[in-house]
Antibody, heavy 117, light 110 residues
């Protein structure tokens, strides 16, 4: 079964750091570009970042550029998001998604990040 | 604030046809393919339409997509209660060098 499982979401104080993980199974992980997408409570979807199949190219939304770092370990079929200098507006459900081309065809169920003092 | 604009809501009675618009610019819809995602209440988004008008396996042909210039549309025909969800358009934006989602449209079956 094709599956993505996110983990690492917790409650963290403003200014803090956190690393999210996404474990992939059931498909050839290193054939796929990987994305992080977030959804603040009651709000729409916001794209966060993507990493190419080999980790050689990364892209970020302006809202997280310079604070978040996306990476992957193809030997572990895993995707990561290092989140630094967290702000209250980073509070959201974070999804990882895989993409063979320009579209995200498989999504995880998400992990919740809450930034609050 | 998203660069892809959708109406906040759409509705119809069972069996009716509903259309959702997505308006963008030359840097996103105008120059790249558009995709649509369906998010049922309390669940993760699901790919509904890809590359403008293609349906993934398992998506009923009641759902169809189209694109013209800097706009796109999603049509749902034969509306069913199970279609109540939020729908998002999305595309790569060459100016932002990033992926952008639409503002989202909540579909209600009356």
């Amino acid at each position: 079964e094709v599956q993505l499982v996110e983990s690492g979401g917790v409650v963290v104080q403003p200014g803090g750091s956190l690393r999210l993980s996404c474990a992939a199974s059931g498909f050839t992980f290193d054939d796929h570009t990987m994305h992080w997408v977030r959804q603040a409570p009651g709000k729409g979807l916001e794209w966060v970042s993507l990493v190419s199949w080999d980790g050689g190219s990364t892209y970020y939304a302006d809202s997280v550029k310079g604070r978040f770092t996306i990476s992957r370990d193809n030997s572990k079929n895993s995707l990561y998001l290092q989140m630094n200098s967290l702000r209250t507006e980073d509070t959201a459900l974070y999804y990882c998604a895989s993409a063979m081309s320009s579209y995200m065809d498989v999504w995880g169920k998400g992990t919740t990040v809450t930034v609050s003092s | 604030q998203s660069v892809l604009t959708q109406p906040p809501s759409a509705s119809g009675t069972p069996g009716q046809r509903v259309t959702i618009s997505c308006s963008g610019s030359s840097s996103n819809i105008g120059g790249n393919t558009i995709n649509w995602y369906q998010q049922l209440p309390g669940t993760a988004p699901k790919l509904l339409i890809y590359i403008n008008d293609q349906r993934p396996s398992g998506v009923p042909d009641r759902f169809s997509g189209s694109k013209s210039g800097t706009s796109a549309s999603l049509a749902i025909s034969g509306l069913q209660s199970g279609d109540e969800a939020d729908y998002y358009c999305a595309a790569w934006d060459d100016s932002l060098n990033g992926y952008v989602f639409g503002t989202g449209t909540k579909v209600t079956v009356l």
